[in-house]
C-alpha cells in the first residue's frame, strides 16, 4: 500500500519539475526523495516517470496517479490548516496557464508581486492561448479568455474583453474609412488566427442580434503583438481586444472604426477543477489578479 507522505512528495516533484528542488523544499537529500518515488513506483509495480538530464515526463499510470496525488497533497494540506491556523497554509507552489496578451499586459507584473507579497509560495505561469487541460496538464488555476463550457470547471468572473477594429491613420488616408462592416470587403483585414470563432469571421451586432462578416487579407499571425505592429506600420485593419490597443487609441496611432457595431466581447475568467476545492493561497492568488485587472479595466 502507497504510503500517503510519498504520494505528496510525488505531486511535489511533478509540480517543480524535478527531484532536486522537491529535495529542496523539503529538507531532504536527493538520493531520499529518489528512494521514496521508486518505493512508491515498486509498491505500484510499474514506471510513474520516465527521468532524462533534462526533463521528467509522467507514464500514463503516472499522469493518472499524479492528479490522486494532488488531491492527497491538497487535502493534506487542507487538514493541516484546519489545526495550525491558515498563516501556515502560505507556502507551496501553484501552476497557473495565461493568455498572452492578458500576461504581457498585466498578470506577469501582478504575480511577481504576488510572490513577493507570499515567499514562501512559488509560482509557475505558463502563457499559452490555447485551451489547456487543467486536470490532465496538473494546473492549479487558469486564466481564461472565452465561453465556459466545461461542467467539470468551475469558472469566476473578473471583467468582459470587448474587441475593436483599428488601423493606423496613414492607412486611412491612403484607403479611406469605413463607414458599415460592408465596406470591410474593399479593405485588407489583418488575420488574428487566434480567435475561437474562426479568425475570419468579423463579428458584428444588428438590431441587438450578433452576426459575422467573413472578411479577407494577405496577412495572418497567431501572435498579438505582431499583428499590433503590423496596424501601427499602416499595412491593414486589425481586430483586436481593445486592451492591446488602448494606448495606441488614447495617443492616435491607431483609430478605432465602427465602434458602435463591432459585437464581440468575450469574458474573462479564473478557472479550476469541480472536484476541487481552492485552496487559501489559490484563493489570494486570484483576488490578487482580480484587483489587478479591475486597476486597469478602462483598458477592456
Request: hydrophobic share 40%; aromatic share 8%.
Amino acid at each position: 500500500m502507497p504510503k500517503t507522505d510519498d504520494l505528496v512528495l510525488f505531486a511535489q516533484v511533478i509540480d517543480l519539475g524535478s527531484f532536486s528542488k522537491a529535495a529542496e523544499i523539503n529538507g531532504l537529500a536527493n538520493s531520499v526523495v529518489s528512494k521514496r518515488i521508486g518505493r512508491l513506483e515498486k509498491a505500484l509495480g510499474t514506471t510513474l516517470i520516465y527521468r532524462t538530464t533534462r526533463r521528467l515526463t509522467l507514464s500514463e499510470v503516472g499522469q493518472v496517479l499524479y492528479q490522486q496525488a494532488k488531491l492527497v497533497a491538497q487535502a493534506s494540506q487542507e487538514a493541516f490548516d484546519a489545526v495550525s491556523g491558515f498563516s501556515q497554509s502560505l507556502q507551496g507552489h501553484i501552476r497557473i496557464s495565461v493568455p498572452t496578451i492578458s500576461g504581457e499586459l498585466v498578470l506577469a507584473q501582478a504575480i511577481a508581486e504576488f510572490c513577493d507579497l507570499h515567499p514562501a509560495i512559488s509560482v509557475d505561469m505558463s502563457l499559452d492561448n490555447r485551451f489547456v487541460d487543467l486536470i490532465k496538464e496538473g494546473y492549479d488555476l487558469v486564466i481564461r479568455t472565452g465561453h465556459l463550457e466545461d461542467s467539470n470547471l468551475i469558472g469566476r468572473h473578473i471583467l468582459d474583453s470587448r474587441w475593436v477594429i483599428c488601423a493606423a491613420p496613414k492607412y486611412i488616408s491612403r484607403h479611406g474609412k469605413p463607414q458599415v462592416p460592408d465596406d470591410l470587403l474593399s479593405h485588407n483585414c489583418l488575420i488574428y488566427s487566434y480567435q475561437e470563432s474562426g479568425a475570419r469571421d468579423w463579428l458584428f451586432t444588428q438590431d441587438s442580434k450578433v452576426y459575422p462578416l467573413r472578411i479577407n487579407g494577405n496577412f495572418s499571425t497567431d501572435n498579438a503583438a505582431a499583428l499590433r505592429k503590423a496596424a501601427l506600420a499602416g499595412h491593414g485593419l486589425a481586430y483586436v481586444p481593445r486592451c492591446l490597443v488602448y494606448p495606441d487609441l488614447q495617443k492616435g496611432s491607431l483609430v478605432e472604426l465602427l465602434p458602435q457595431q463591432v459585437g464581440k466581447v468575450l469574458g474573462i475568467y479564473a478557472v479550476y477543477p469541480y472536484s476541487r476545492q481552492p485552496s487559501l493561497k489559490i484563493k489570494l492568488l486570484f483576488e490578487h489578479i482580480r484587483s489587478r485587472y479591475m486597476d486597469i479595466s478602462h483598458y477592456f
